[in-house]
């Protein structure tokens, strides 16, 4: 009625929209603060009797009605809860436990909302878009600590199978279930840096002293390993079309690609690359447990992983498909025709492109060979023709995953957008803030909420989340749970 009748006077008839506009948001928050504040009234303090048993045997027969202050987010609203207490032990109070209140001020709904601005951006940015959206200002060391603590269920979510069953069913009829990892550095903290980098930082001295100068970074980073796991269906091509989809001088028509399906990424800083890959052949056997599919790893050459790759597939007696990544092979080729060409020169373009063509039918021992003796032919110096040499190294070390030929007979994925894409979402776009230097903690928070929002489970997440909070703050501090239904079905009508 007071805003009503406010909207009605002088004053505010002569406001333009925009002042309206605030007033209603402004005002209209204070309502709803006290529409929950009168609500939490009328369900009473939580009187459940004359004596609570805790989970401790001990029973509670001191009675008293005691006040808390919840943030809301409408804003600060004060709560009575009756409160059981014997002498020397904790007290319990039925009404937060019905209420799922958690152990600090912040309700979940705030929580959540500064979980999910602080995945977006930096905490300075998510403080003001939660002050804005709600009036509530959350100081930032309490909103880098509420971050922390709001992605502290993620295993446990994934773990226990919590996503959405129903998507997952129908992705799971596509024919290929693909497995792709990556590595990115983050800037750390000193004292969060792993020991040996930590001790070569600790032997340079910064040029400047707000930023990281030109490869001071090296020493400054800890790598975050970002895995995939998605299914897509096949998509049979010809060497022919993949490589007119790179050469510009050969246009090809438009085709319409599979979209991967019931896509899963997730980034780990705090965890060892091998735990990763654990994970990932975890999620993959849930989707296919019965290895009815066709499982196809999409790799960039890194020895050690897949050194690792093979171990679990072996561990796991899983038939795994190991594809060399087209975008890598052709990253090498530009770099090798440097050697022969100019950077930007149509000639360059046309030594790529033919030696793809080559490597995409199958024949990438040859023109490792091939580029090697058109260099020695040449005279290249030694230390010019390195690039030359390295690219033949790399075709050569990975000629195993290099059937390209075989692969798209198939119908499978050869190119990691999937997992670049990934790269660049949950690290570069948020962790890579010029000026930011992150903890381990905090980074691996953000990776998490992150992660969930790429694979569209955060919702999802929140709920196992809240029910979690539940059960560590509530449910297990009473030796009869079922008290609290007392509350749950006796409210007021």
Same mark, same amino acid.
């Given at each position: ?15 333009? =929209? ?137 295993? &446990? ?11 997952? +069913? ?22 969060? =840096? ?20 030109? &490869? ?10 970002? +895995? ?80 690792? =790759? ?13 594809? @060399? ?7 090498? @080729? ?21 030696? @793809? ?91 998490? @909420? ?5 694979? &569209? ?37």
């Amino acid at each position: 009625m007071e805003l009503t009748g406010r909207l009605q006077s002088h004053q505010v008839q002569c406001m333009k =929209l925009s002042e309206l506009e605030e007033l209603i948001a402004t005002e209209g928050r204070e309502l709803l603060r006290r529409l929950l504040e009168d609500h939490l009234k009328v369900r009473g303090p939580g009187d459940v009797g004359e004596s609570v048993l805790g989970r401790d045997d001990i029973e509670r027969t001191y009675k008293k009605l005691r006040e808390k202050s919840i943030t809301s987010i409408f804003g600060k609203v004060e709560m009575e809860r009756m409160g059981y207490g014997s002498p020397g032990e904790e007290s319990l109070f039925p009404k937060d436990a019905v209420l799922n209140l958690s152990e600090d001020s912040y309700s979940h709904g705030v929580r959540k909302l500064v979980a999910l601005e602080a995945s977006r951006g930096s905490f300075e940015d998510a403080i003001e878009s939660v002050e804005r959206a709600t009036g509530v200002k959350v100081p930032k060391r309490q909103a880098q600590q509420l971050t922390e603590k709001a992605a502290m269920d993620f295993d &446990g979510f994934y773990n226990d199978g919590s996503t959405s069953e129903q998507a997952k +069913a129908a992705a799971n009829a596509l024919p290929i279930l693909a497995l792709s990892m990556d590595g990115k550095g983050i800037v750390m903290r000193r004292e969060d =840096l792993k020991e040996a980098t930590r001790e070569k930082a600790e032997q340079t001295s910064p040029k400047l002293k707000k930023r990281l100068s030109k &490869g001071e970074k090296r020493n400054a980073k800890r790598m975050a390993t970002v +895995a995939s796991v998605y299914s897509i269906d096949t998509f049979v091509r010809t060497p022919e079309q993949i490589a007119g989809e790179f050469s510009p001088a050969k246009p090809v028509e438009p085709v319409r690609r599979p979209k991967p399906a019931a896509k899963r990424v997730w980034a780990s800083i705090e965890k060892e690359p091998e735990d990763v890959i654990k994970e990932i052949f975890k999620e993959a056997l849930r989707r296919d447990p019965q290895l009815k599919r066709k499982w196809v790893c999409l790799v960039d050459g890194n020895r050690k992983q897949l050194i690792k =790759l093979k171990s679990a597939a072996k561990r796991h007696k899983v038939a795994v498909t190991l594809v @060399l990544d087209i975008i890598h092979v052709i990253e090498y @080729l530009w770099k090798a025709s440097r050697v022969f060409h100019e950077e930007t020169s149509t000639e360059a373009e046309k030594w790529v492109s033919h030696r @793809l063509l080559e490597i995409l039918r199958g024949r990438a021992s040859h023109i490792a060979a091939g580029m090697r003796r058109s260099a020695t032919l040449q005279g290249v110096k030694k230390t010019d023709r390195k690039p030359v040499d390295i690219c033949a190294g790399y075709l050569l070390r990975n000629k195993a995953y290099l059937h390209y030929d075989r692969y798209l007979k198939q119908g499978f994925p050869i190119a990691t957008g999937v997992i670049e894409g990934a790269c660049r979402h949950l690290i570069k776009d948020r962790m890579d803030v010029t000026g930011a230097r992150w903890t381990l903690q905090g980074a691996e928070a953000v990776l998490k @909420l992150r992660s969930l929002k790429s694979s &569209g489970d955060f919702n999802a997440y929140w709920e196992y989340h809240e029910a979690q909070e539940f059960a560590r703050n509530h449910g297990p501090r009473y030796a009869k749970p079922s008290i609290l239904n007392k509350l749950r079905l006796n409210l007021p009508q």
